[in-house]
Nanobody
Framework: QVTLVESGGGLVQPGGSLRLSCAAS????????MGWYRQAPGKERELVAM??????NYAESVKGRFEITTDKAKNTVYLQMNSLKPEDTAVYYC????????????????WGQGTQVTVSS
């Protein structure tokens, strides 16, 4: 069983910063990619940032403002969010893809429970 635990969400004023963290725990052999998605009310879930094998991918709307980093030894991914805007308000979900827990089963994808980020004055 693999669990993703997120932290760091909250309420921040426009222009402010927040740092999200997500730690994957369980009998993990390897993780291919870790990243963040978000879902605003009435909208579909969208990719925010993803870290895969040393490469990063960002949504156009967050480029230059958000930075994703990882600590592979701790199976942890971080999202530093700067210059936050009201349109960044959403529930942010951690995602771990290509997770292997043994050498028999195929890779699986896991999601965190979500953390609320609200940008408002």
């Amino acid at each position: 069983q693999v669990t993703l635990v997120e932290s760091g969400g909250g309420l921040v004023q426009p222009g402010g910063s927040l740092r999200l963290s997500c730690a994957a725990s369980g009998s993990i052999i390897s993780i291919n990619a870790m990243g963040w998605y978000r879902q605003a009310p009435g909208k579909e879930r969208e990719l925010v940032a993803m870290y895969t094998s040393g490469r990063t991918n960002y949504a156009e709307s967050v480029k230059g403002r958000f930075e994703i980093t990882t600590d592979k030894a701790k199976n942890t991914v971080y999202l530093q969010m700067n210059s936050l805007k009201p349109e960044d308000t959403a529930v942010y979900y951690c995602n771990a893809a290509g997770v292997r827990v043994d050498f028999i089963s195929g890779p699986r994808t896991y999601w965190g429970q979500g953390t609320q980020v609200t940008v408002s004055s």
